[in-house]
Structures are given as C-alpha cells and as structure tokens.
C-alpha cells in the first residue's frame, strides 16, 4: 500500500499549492462534458468502475484491466439542437506482459457556422449584409495514457495509470492555441467494490493563445472601443475525483453495480453543493442494471446547483436543481452498443441531447503452430 500513499502524498502537496495560484476559471471545459454514453448515462459517476476503454478520460488507471486484446470506442453527440457536435475515439493496446496498457483518446468539440459580423456596419452607417462570413471554433485534445498492473498479497488489484495532453483550440482564422497537462491515476478492485482516485491537471493545465487580427479588424476594434487581444496564458487549476462502487448480486442473471463519485476542484466557489474558497464540492451518483451482463439499464444525476424559480415572478426566489441522465447497452459478441438521454439542468424548457457509442474488442489472430 506504500504506492497508494505516495500518490495520494505527492497529489495532496500539488493540490495545497495550486490553492493559492491564479487560475482562469471554467478554462478548457469541454474537457469535462464525459466520453462514452455508458458513463454519460450514468450521471459521469465512473472513476472507480469504468472498465472499457473509455478509462483513458475517466481513470486511465484502469485500462490496466483491459488485457490481450485491443480495444476501440467511438462517440458522437450533438448539443443544441446540432450546434454543437462533440466526438470521441479512443483506442487501447495491452502490451505483451499484460501488466501494462497504452491508451490513445481523442477529442473534438466543435461549433460550426458562426456569423462573423465584425464588418457588418460600413464605416458610413450602413449595413451590408453581404459581409457577414462564417467561422468555426473547435476545441481539440489528444490524451496518450499509460496504466499499470500490480497484485497485493491480500488478493486486492492495484493499477496506476497517467495522461499525458496536448489540447489545441482554434477559433476561425482569429485566435488558436496550444495547451499541455497531466493526469494521474489510481484504481484498487476488491471482490465487489472499486475505489478510484484522479487528479486532472496535477501539475496544472495551461493553454497559450496567440491572436491574428488584420489591420482592419483592428480599426472595427478601436472604433467600437473593444479590446484588441494580444498573446495570453490560461491556466486550469488541478482538479480531484474521488470514488467508490459496489456490485450488488441480485440473482443469477441480474447485477446492480451503484457508484457515488465527488469533483472537488480547486479555483474559488463555484455553484455546487459546497462551496467555498478556494474549494469546492460536486457529488454524482450511478446505477446501472446489467442482466447476464448483455443487455444494461442506466441512470444518474449530477450537477447539483442552485437557480433563479422560474415559477417565481420577482426573480429572487433560488431552488436546487440537477442533471438527470438515463441510458441503455446491448452487447453481442465482440461489440456493445450504448446510448444515453441527458439534458442540461433547465427547468421549464430543458434541452436533451442524445448520445450514441461503439465498442469493439478486436481479438488478435492466433498464430499456427
């Protein structure tokens, strides 16, 4: 157990002195909207029993459990109503001693489209729309993760894992920038229960942004005293997802597997749970159903936050609202199908959003003798 107090040492020290640092909130958040409907329908409580290869976003010390075979996961989801398109593909190798796995992921999440409106107003006052373009803006990440594999003497697994990320974002032909971090891992398997531990951006996530802005965007900007942007650093703030799961045997055929995951995060209040400065706490609960481990029923809630009664006319009024999420999977043979139904925590005009995902376990061809 001497490793597992390591981690939890070394994290602990990061995590007590990026307290007092100065980060930009909310920084690189399309790296926390999930991977796989599997975990997405389960509310994103996934850092203890996550066993696919979904693992390289969720725990990437678990991959250390996918063994022999190559795996390959696929995602795609769309938000507000196709504006948004958010993909997901990750493909995972066991090395030959099966103690060690890689894991490569990829990200995307992008809106296309977008009117460019800067040069809609003619210096006279008049207004051409023929000059208004489109743009995109996408946010890209590459994830490359290592997991190992150890055995205690008391029959418990132990793995360890990390991430190594390049995050790159790109806005039109206007900004882009070029960000790196780390993730660290552990995940220990007992008879029926699992403990994971993460902490994302460990030693700080930062992203570099650098700006093309021609001179005559420069003379709209001035005119209209909006600030010209110049090069700038985003910094993410460490964050640490602890968890815990339980696999209760219903029968011979039927399992119900409850996981209860907390976010704590570590750049000033945010609207959770708790609350406070410079910590704060975000609790998510999953269930899934599993008959003879084919067919698979999913629910969770998270994103616990308080917001404006929308029943209340004087707008003062402040209730707890949440994310509700439900799913279902089939597996057949080497490949499972999942599917989540989630919304975005609105009260009386709730926007849901469909995902879809793909697993695949390429067994590798034996060899003739």
């Known amino acids: 157990m001497t490793g597992i107090y390591s981690f939890l040492t070394i994290t602990g020290s990061l995590l007590y002195l990026s307290a007092s640092a100065q980060f930009t909130k909310y ?9 796989g409907a599997r975990g997405l329908s389960m509310a994103s409580a996934q850092v203890a029993s996550v066993s696919d290869g979904t693992a390289g976003y969720w725990n990437p010390a678990a991959l250390a459990g996918i063994r022999d075979n190559p795996q390959l996961n696929l995602m795609h989801s769309e938000y507000y109503a196709g504006i948004g398109k958010y993909d997901f593909a990750n ?13 490569i992921t990829a990200l995307r999440f992008a809106v296309d489209d977008i009117p460019n409106t800067i040069f809609l107003v003619q210096p006279d006052g008049t207004v051409n729309f023929d000059n208004i373009t489109t743009f995109s803006s996408a946010d890209y990440a ?13 029959g418990t697994t132990l793995n360890f894992g990390a991430n190594a990320k390049v995050i790159y974002r790109k806005a039109g032909d206007f900004a882009s920038a070029w960000g790196f971090g780390f993730d ?5 398997i007992g008879n029926r229960w699992k403990l994971g531990v993460v902490a994302r951006d460990v030693t700080t996530t930062f992203n570099a942004w650098s700006y093309s802005i021609n001179k005559q965007m420069r003379e709209v900007f001035y005119m209209t005293q909006n600030e010209i942007p110049t090069k700038s650093t985003e910094l993410t703030a460490p964050q640490l997802i602890l968890g815990g799961s339980y696999n209760f045997k219903l029968g011979k055929k039927l399992n119900l597997l409850a996981e209860a995951d907390v976010d704590v995060t570590f750049d000033g209040r945010r609207n959770t749970v708790i609350s406070t400065n410079p910590v704060s706490i975000d609790p998510k609960l999953g269930l899934e159903l599993s008959f003879k481990d084919v067919f698979f029923v999913r629910g ?14 004087t707008n003062r009024k402040k209730i707890w609202i949440y994310q509700p999420s439900v799913g279902a999977g089939f597996k057949v043979g080497d490949v499972q199908i999942d599917y989540a139904f989630t919304n975005l925590a609105n009260q009386s005009y709730p926007l849901y959003t469909h995902v879809f995902s793909l697993r695949i376990d390429m067994k590798r061809k034996e060899k003739k003798k």
């Open 300 to 313: 969770g809630i998270n994103n616990f936050q308080k917001a404006l009664d929308d029943k209340d006319t």
């Open 184 to 188: 660290a891992a552990i995940q220990l």
């Open 27 to 35: 920084s690189n958040e399309f790296l926390n909207i999930g991977a």
């Open 142 to 154: 590459f994830i490359f993760s290592l997991a190992q594999h150890s055995q205690l003497s008391n």
């Open 91 to 103: 493909l995972v190798l066991p090395l030959k001693d099966n103690k060690r796995t890689l894991g």
